[in-house]
């Protein structure tokens, strides 16, 4: 069992910045891919960001890609979401998750947090 606590979510003017972390408890925490999602009100939840069990391998989606970085600590249990040049659009409730394998299909993700709300004023 892996649990995930989300924060550093907030308010911020377009064009700002924010730094997204996901802190981890329980099983190894460096066995686990992980990743960022997330959904907008009255929208699916989507893809942002995974990063593999070791770091060295990154992948993000086509809306963040250039603006947004995703790195890990293993020491610490945490993974990070650097998130640059915020737009309207990137509003959402994001979420950290772990999986067991690299990849960025949701229903690979066996363990989520709570979330963390993210709003961009225009």
């Known amino acids: 069992q892996v649990q995930l606590v989300e924060s550093g979510g907030g308010l911020v003017q377009a064009g700002g910045s924010l730094r997204l972390s996901c802190a981890a408890s329980g099983r190894a925490f460096g066995a686990y891919a992980m990743g960022w999602f997330r959904q907008a009100p009255g929208k699916e939840r989507d893809f942002v960001a995974v990063?593999?069990?070791?770091?060295?391998?990154?992948r993000y989606a086509d809306s963040v890609k250039g603006r947004f970085t995703i790195s890990r600590d293993n020491g610490k249990n945490t993974v990070y979401l650097q998130m640059n040049s915020l737009k309207s659009e990137d509003t959402a409730a994001y979420y950290c998750a772990a999986a067991g394998s690299f990849g960025w299909s949701e229903g690979r993700y066996e363990y989520w947090g709570q979330g963390t709300q993210v709003t961009v004023s225009s």
């Open positions: 990063i593999s069990a070791a770091g060295g391998r990154t």
